[in-house]
């Protein structure tokens, strides 16, 4: 069949701006195609030169995929979409995998659609305006416009973030219960006789596989493994290669898994849920069998980390294992869905701490922290269980670089974030986290989402403190800001002394120029001064006129980026400039990374100036404290002297209180 659309209007782009008539020309073909005969309702209008569909056409030889690939593809098919109401979106499909893998089961999204795409002879027409200055006229927009068709899959594993940074999808464990569900099919075409069969990399070649029937494989060894689907329909077969990396896992085999955790009660209709890991403690060198001296810790944003990554954390400098040896228990509490309010995941952290109450074998009280986000929930959980005359028989409560009094995200990158979402996968999973119950808690202050790129008019409607994040204070203050039938203690992983961390305030940290259609610039946070100072610009001409936008600091801004304090743990900066993902012509990169959690919100100190020393003077909520020195450290990183701080205070021994 023909899938050419018929299209004979006619319509000329004129030079104006060399930064607008490549969109206009794009929304030309759009709306040429919207009366025209098409089966695709999809008009791909990414370049060559940077689409990630190109060469997976099916064919034997088609390129592989990985997973962040295949939904960058979908996520490009997605804006491709003309009119096709039943399109699923990239998130709809995430819920879809995020079921699948509930139960259990790795799912293998698939994608065979028909769509149409801007021919490469376009761009040779673009450089010709470009460089001439003159309009160029088309006749019918069959000259630049062709049929596509495309088929890829990928494993759909679950995202894991280190805060905002995306990490390498892997598979933990050699045993993989596969399903190829039908809702993750995406076809363009109805045919019910197509089959399936399935190359798993496992040595054991092609095996049929059936629509939602999960098949289990074993692989011998652990690694990148390379897959390949077939579809067989029509007497043609289809080709789609995509690879899964297969880790061994590093972390020391818990004595028990909980898998059940839920909280007694909602918060707001929604019962939070979880898992904890539970190691027993050693008496003379053997381990126990029961619990005895429990310590709870809670993980941080956005949850769901492996059991890997968080013993690595805990065991920094030796910390996890030394307790276990000195004959303490760790109970590692993970969320199944850290980005619900911490209203929510405290209550889920009552319910732990109430079990390990009713299970453990001794009158030794709890002791109970959290790293980041973690020790935010801990502190909700016992206030809150304070406030309600809850017995919790925790004797000893700490945090690791907890932003009791707020995080930051530099609102230049969440206003990027957000300007890109339509156009990066990797931007949009990002601005989905940003919008979460829990981030908009926990950053101080915060960009609110807006529709596809573009935001009101009003861009100070858009920017400030949540109204969730007003909410959780006014809701810890009635209970008592803090619990305090305990001792507490707190490790900061910035320094005291107050000073900037080398990031000037108002300069560019990062730009880049897209010649087709927008641009942005991004500028570490001004600090000080009148109000009006920009920290954000961004071009977008995907709009009809095209608009520029100018972000702007309100009097006397608080500098968040460049106070004293714990670092993002992938340079954020740095982070967005490697991550975008869209036709960028010119990108450049002054400042690497920012302050997260500032010093004094790590202490929870009443002063409201980020940049206030921290002495003896200074007002904490915290009966011992810990600071960095000479240097900010990384976010929930600890040195020698901040573990063994940590291991004192659990152990009853007598920690040093820090000074500036």
Not at 38 to 63: E, V
Not at 257 to 278: C, E, F, I, S, T
Not at 490 to 513: F, K, W
């Amino acid at each position: 069949m023909n899938r050419t659309p018929q299209c004979d209007c006619e319509f000329s782009v004129s030079y104006s701006h060399d930064k607008t008539f490549v969109s206009e020309l794009t929304r030309q073909l759009r709306e040429s195609l919207s009366g025209a005969t098409t089966t695709s309702g999809l008009l791909n209008s990414t370049p060559p030169q940077i689409s990630a569909i190109k060469s997976r056409d099916g064919q034997p030889g088609s390129l592989a995929c990985d997973q962040a690939t295949w939904q960058q593809i979908y996520l490009e098919l997605s804006a491709a979409v003309l009119e096709a109401p039943t399109w699923m979106s990239p998130t709809e499909l995430q819920a879809h995998a995020r079921y699948h893998r509930g139960n259990g089961h790795t799912p293998i999204m698939v994608a065979h659609v028909s769509h149409h795409a801007v021919r490469a002879r376009f761009w040779h027409y673009l450089e010709q305006v470009r460089t001439t200055r003159q309009s160029v006229t088309f006749p019918d927009s069959r000259e630049i416009i062709e049929h596509r068709e495309a088929f890829c899959a990928s494993a759909i594993l679950e995202r894991q973030f280190d805060v905002l940074s995306p990490q390498p999808f892997r598979h933990y464990g050699r045993r993989v219960s596969f399903v190829l569900p039908k809702h993750g099919i995406r076809l363009h075409d109805v045919e019910s006789s197509a089959t399936y069969e399935i190359d798993f990399g496992d040595g054991q070649g092609l095996r049929s596989i059936q629509v939602d029937q999960p098949i289990v494989v074993e692989y011998p060894d652990y690694g990148r493994k390379m897959l390949t689907l077939l579809r067989c329909v029509e007497k043609r077969t289809l080709h789609a290669h995509f690879s899964l990396d297969i880790a061994e896992s590093t972390a020391p085999q818990p004595n028990e898994l909980w898998n059940d955790l839920m909280a007694q009660k909602p918060y707001k209709g929604v019962y939070a849920q979880g898992r904890a890991w539970v190691y027993y403690g050693s008496e003379h060198g053997v381990r126990r069998s029961k619990l005895v001296r429990p310590v709870i810790v809670a993980e941080g944003f956005p949850g769901g980390y492996t059991l890997d990554y968080l013993w690595d954390r805990l065991n920094q400098h030796g910390l996890a294992g030394g307790l276990l040896a000195s004959g303490y228990d760790l109970v590692i509490l993970g969320f199944k869905d850290g980005r619900l309010a911490i209203q929510a995941n405290a209550l889920l952290m009552q319910a732990l701490i109430q079990k390990v109450s009713r299970v453990k074998e001794s009158d030794t009280p709890i002791v109970v922290g959290g790293a980041s986000m973690g020790g935010l929930v801990a502190r909700a959980a016992l206030a809150d269980m304070e406030h309600e005359n809850v017995r919790h028989n925790v004797a000893k409560f700490f945090t690791v670089d907890t932003p009791h009094n707020g995080a930051n995200v530099p609102l230049s990158l969440q206003a990027m974030f957000q300007f890109l979402k339509s156009r990066s996968d990797s931007a949009r999973e990002v601005a989905e986290l940003l919008s979460s119950p829990a981030a908009q808690q926990l950053l101080m202050s915060w960009v609110r989402p807006f529709p596809g790129a573009r935001p009101s008019d009003n861009w100070p409607d858009f920017i400030g403190s949540s109204p969730l994040r007003d909410e959780l204070y006014e809701w810890l203050d009635i209970r008592g800001w803090m619990p305090k039938r305990l001792e507490t203690a707190a490790v900061a992983c910035g320094i005291g002394t107050g000073a900037p961390n080398g990031d000037q305030p108002s300069m560019e940290a990062l730009a880049y120029e897209c010649a087709a259609c927008h641009w942005a610039h991004a500028y570490v946070y001004p600090r000080g001064g009148v109000a009006g100072q920009e920290y954000a610009r961004f071009r977008d001409d995907d709009v009809k006129p095209a608009v520029a936008y100018k972000i702007m600091a309100g009097a006397n801004p608080a500098g968040y980026d460049s106070a004293p304090g714990g670092l993002f743990t992938v340079p954020v900066f740095k982070e967005a400039y490697d991550g975008i993902a869209v036709p960028a012509t010119q990108k450049w990169l002054h400042v690497q990374n920012a302050c997260f959690v500032p010093t004094t919100s790590a202490l929870s100190c009443r002063a409201s100036d980020l940049y206030t020393p921290i002495t003896r003077a200074a007002v904490t909520e915290f009966d011992r404290y810990e600071l960095s020195s000479p240097a900010n450290l990384l976010h929930i990183e600890l040195t020698a002297k901040s573990a063994a701080f940590l291991s004192s205070f659990i152990t009853d021994l007598s920690p040093v209180t820090s000074d500036a």
